[in-house]
């Protein structure tokens, strides 16, 4: 049974950092393409991060510089390390993987891209 499931959440001051966990269980993702979304409220779920089969990372510009996507060698955890966050980056995130390996151009990005996902951990930035 596939299963993703996201840790590692929380509340932050403005400038703070977190670091999310996912764990990824029941298939094998050494060939899959991995990414973290965050959907704010009242908002569409957007990719944040991404890092295909080969290693390659991707991110969108809001947080270049300030998060980082990594996986582990045995590709069953994935994770996001955030850091200076802001209070734009409060969101719901959530971890995905597919079957495919990486995709073209930005449909990373793209919710309907992935079949796999977690359920989510609340990151919450506020003075």
């Known amino acids: 049974q596939v299963e993703l499931r996201e840790s590692g959440g929380g509340s932050v001051l403005p400038g703070g950092f977190l670091r999310l966990t996912c764990t990824l269980s029941g298939h094998s993702y050494k060939d899959s393409i991995m990414a973290w979304f965050r959907q704010r409220p009242g908002n569409e779920g957007g990719g944040v991060a991404a890092?295909?089969?080969?290693?390659?990372?991707f991110y969108v510009d809001s947080v270049k510089g300030r998060f980082t996507i990594s996986k582990d060698s045995g590709e069953n955890h994935l994770y996001l390390q955030m850091d200076n966050l802001q209070p734009e980056d409060t969101a719901m995130y959530y971890c995905?993987?597919?079957?495919?390996?990486?995709?073209?151009?930005?449909?990373?990005?793209?919710?309907?891209?992935?079949?796999?996902w977690g359920r989510g951990t609340q990151v919450t930035v506020a003075t």
């Open positions: 995905a993987a597919d079957h495919r390996e990486c995709f073209p151009g930005i449909l990373w990005r793209v919710v309907g891209s992935f079949v796999f």
């Open positions: 890092i295909d089969s080969d290693g390659t990372t």
